[in-house]
T-cell receptor, first 118, second 116 residues
Framework: GAVVSQHPSWVICKSGTSVKIECRSL??????MFWYRQFPKQSLMLMAT?????????EQGVEKDKFLINHASLTLSTLTVTSAHPEDSSFYIC??????????????FGEGSRLTVL | AQKITQTQPGMFVQEKEAVTLDCTYD???????LFWYKQPSSGEMIFLIY??????QNATEGRYSLNFQKARKSANLVISASQLGDSAMYFC?????????????FGSGTRLLVRP
């Protein structure tokens, strides 16, 4: 199947710094990528939908200025957590939608990035 | 209101036995898709099975089958011949409509533990 890679897989940063997480589709083009957030032992919550070449669409309650999303190419979307605070510590997962393919197989998930803010 | 409900926070099953993980959903859209994902402790989301709202037959993928009861709005996952490697979190998810956004809404998950 198609591969979606996230980098870094884990990161520890100091409070107040910014952290960038990359989501890459390695062997397919993704017009749409999704960013999810998962707190420990909880479900995945959709944060935003990232479309190549346009502004991201954020879900209600997600701060646009806090979580900057850029989808500059068909294979890369980035999530930047600005001025990170301990409450931003979470597991961030991206998924990418393949441009063509069967309906069920179009969406692929990255391995996730675990952010810990000290 | 919850769109996807998984009422079993945790389940145990004996190795080699079958287990059913429950999922109910709520939507007024006639076109939707239902997904099951497995999330092991490493964190990655592994796609297991998909059922479209217009599919006439229940989906099957190897040891996984989806018991789709449209009138009851349920989409339970059945895992046959459980293996130790099946121990993980399992999430049911739904995509509504046929728009291009392809957003998935996830349930709260069920943690499955397979006993040897």
């Amino acid at each position: 199947g198609a591969v979606v890679s996230q980098h870094p897989s884990w990161v520890i940063c100091k409070s107040g710094t910014s952290v960038k997480i990359e989501c890459r589709s390695l062997d397919f083009q993704a017009t749409t990528m999704f960013w999810y957030r998962q707190f420990p032992k909880q479900s995945l919550m959709l944060m935003a939908t990232s479309n190549e070449g346009s502004k991201a669409t954020y879900e209600q309650g997600v701060e646009k200025d806090k979580f900057l999303i850029n989808h500059a190419s068909l294979t890369l979307s980035t999530l930047t957590v600005t001025s990170a605070h301990p409450e931003d510590s979470s597991f961030y997962i991206c998924s990418a939608r393949e441009v063509s393919g069967t309906l069920a197989g179009e969406l692929f998930f990255g391995e996730g990035s675990r952010l810990t803010v000290l | 209101a919850q769109k996807i409900t998984q009422t079993q926070p945790g389940m145990f099953v004996q190795e080699k036995e079958a287990v059913t993980l429950d999922c109910t959903y709520d939507t007024s859209d006639p076109s939707y898709g239902l997904f099951w994902y497995k999330q092991p402790s490493s964190g990655e989301m592994i796609f297991l099975i998909y059922q479209g709202s217009y599919d006439q037959q229940n989906a099957t993928e190897g040891r996984y089958s989806l018991n789709f009861q449209k009138a009851r709005k349920s989409a339970n996952l059945v895992i046959s011949a459980s293996q130790l490697g099946d121990s993980a979190m399992y999430f049911c998810a739904m995509r509504e409509g046929r728009d291009s956004s392809y957003k998935l809404i996830f349930g709260s998950g069920t943690r499955l533990l397979v006993r040897p």
